[in-house]
T-cell receptor, first 112, second 116 residues
């Protein structure tokens, strides 16, 4: 069966520090991968999505970046975190054109 | 323009009553898919129901049904016989043919509280 792993669950980082959040999917091949951010009590903002290795589509031109070094690995990064980067980050995957998204358990990021 | 609009930030419903959560969408595509997700306080995202734009019947999954009105571009979620465990955030989402169905856009959500 397919599973998605996302870590860490919580993270507290100072402003200006780097960030690396990792997401891996097991049990499927060539998934579409997604990073979403959710501000407290708000909706889901699509940050990046990827349909294949090295293929990244960016929805938010800010200080975040994403990479897909392997088929089932998706990494969200920042060189210097801002206070506004605080939020709940969710990784998700899907296979097929009309399929639902399967979500990871999320990372609560607090930038102080 | 917002792709997905959920105009109800918060809703209350009495236990065992039915409730409708509104969702309108904006697309010029003929082919698209609509989804509803539930997010309890734990943060996990739980898939509830899916409606394809070419589906003639409204989707149903247990106590969940989707009231799909294509001409009005609305896809309201109906929860019948509400339970205390239904208290959560609910999100409407869409995939469109014009993005190759790759991009999934979410609304801002509705917080549902079920009252005993």
């Amino acid at each position: 069966s397919q599973t998605i792993h996302q870590w860490p669950a919580t993270l507290v980082q100072p402003v200006g520090s780097p960030l690396s959040l990792e997401c891996t999917v097991e049990g499927t091949s060539n998934p579409n991968l997604y990073w979403y951010r959710q501000a407290a009590g708000r909706g889901l903002q699509l940050l990046f999505y990827s349909v294949g290795i090295g293929q990244i589509s960016s929805e938010v031109p800010q200080n975040l970046s994403a990479s897909r070094p392997q088929d089932r690995q998706f990494i969200l990064s920042s060189k210097k975190l801002l206070l506004s980067d605080s939020g709940f980050y969710l990784c998700a995957w899907s296979v097929g054109l009309h399929e639902k998204l399967f979500f990871g358990s999320g990372t609560q990021l607090s930038v102080l | 323009a917002q792709k997905i609009t959920q105009t109800q930030p918060g809703m209350f419903v009495q236990e065992k009553e039915a409730v409708t959560l509104d969702c309108t969408y904006d697309t010029s595509d003929q082919s698209y898919g609509l989804f509803w997700y539930k997010q309890p306080s734990s943060g996990e995202m739980i898939f509830l129901i899916y409606q394809g734009s070419y589906d003639e019947q409204n989707a149903t999954e247990g106590r969940y049904s989707l009231n799909f009105q294509k001409a009005r571009k609305s896809a309201n979620l109906v929860i019948s016989a509400s339970q205390l465990g239904d208290s959560a955030m609910y999100f409407c989402a869409m995939r469109e043919a014009s993005t190759g169905y790759q991009k999934v856009t979410f609304g801002t959500g509705t917080k549902l509280q079920v009252i005993p």
